[in-house]
């Protein structure tokens, strides 16, 4: 007789990145790479990204295997169409690849913090394959101004969504 296990073991996968973690600019614009964030990064992962002006007034990380996955998705744009082609132009605007240091901090250049204005506290928010870089004042005062249309937002994004059934 074959002995069934007692427990299945539990695999999780998990959907992607998530957390808030909030960091200080140094004078030289540095900041720590939250170790809770980089343990979220599989291996090959946690030392190069690719650096970007967001969709909001933010900067957005992302692990250089994620950008180059968008990349090349972009890459089968048309780019005959003039919206195709602002669209490609307005993502790549100021990418700039960047690593963590030996001290496990990633150097903000100055042309992107003045871009999005970034002060000493800052926010990083993780989320599905990227991280956004907000200056802390702005991205709470988002958070506000938004959190009342939530409900609403809530209803048109997930509302159509029958998980599966």
């Not at 073991?9 to 980089?38: N, Q």
């Not at 003045?114 to 005062?141: C, H, P, S, T």
């Amino acid at each position: 007789m074959v002995k069934k296990p007692l427990f299945l073991p539990i695999i999780s996968v998990m959907a992607g990145l998530v957390g808030e973690f909030e960091v200080r600019l140094d004078s030289k614009g540095r900041f720590l790479f939250p170790s809770g964030l980089r343990k979220q990064l599989p291996v090959s992962s946690q030392r190069d990204f690719m650096l970007n002006k967001g969709f909001e007034d933010c900067l957005t990380l992302y692990p250089l295997p994620d950008w180059e996955r968008i990349s090349d998705k972009l890459s089968k744009m048309n780019l005959f169409k003039p919206k195709n082609r602002m669209f490609y132009r307005l993502f790549h605007q100021g990418a700039k690849q960047i690593s963590l240091d030996n001290a496990a901090r990633i150097l903000v250049p100055v042309t992107h913090m003045l871009r999005v204005g970034l002060d000493q506290d800052v926010m990083l928010i993780a989320y599905n394959d990227r991280i956004e870089i907000w200056d802390k004042a702005k991205y709470f005062e988002m958070i506000e101004d938004n959190m009342t249309d939530f409900a609403d937002l809530a209803d048109e994004v997930m509302g159509d969504i029958n998980d599966g059934e």
